[in-house]
């Protein structure tokens, strides 16, 4: 079964752009690799839980959006081998590149599919 790589981060409202400006360039790099999806999505219903939630998690202030992605690929082997030709890529490198969100409130983790139906 499938392999993926899931996301979260907050996105300041007035970086929305910017944000989908560098996920569409680095997505098609990803998929140029050997991924087989790259997707992101912007937060519409996402509620600040009392306990837990996502925005709790990525600690997002009132004028960021949660954004949730995710990459799948065909295996964790697969997986490893596109992200260490994506991370290389001279394409991203360079200040053009300049994340537009504080990447040290990003969650990520790699995850083995359990069910797809």
């Known amino acids: 079964m499938s392999y ?7 996105v300041p409202r007035e970086n929305i752009e ?17 991924a087989l999806e790259y997707v992101e999505c912007v937060g519409d219903d996402v509620p600040y839980g009392e306990l837990t939630s996502f925005p709790r998690a990525v600690q997002a202030k009132e004028d960021e959006v949660v954004v949730f992605s995710w990459i799948t690929y065909r295996s964790r082997q697969e997986r490893d081998d596109v992200n260490a030709k994506v991370m290389g890529d001279p394409r991203l490198q360079g ?6 969100f504080d990447g040290k409130r990003m969650i990520y983790g790699g995850f083995e599919m359990l069910l797809k139906l």
Do not use: L, N, R
């Open 4 to 10: 993926v790589d899931g996301f979260v981060v907050a």
């Open 18 to 34: 910017a944000y989908k400006k560098f996920s569409t360039f680095a997505g098609s790099i990803w998929k140029e690799y050997g």
């Open 95 to 100: 200040d053009q590149w300049q994340m537009p």
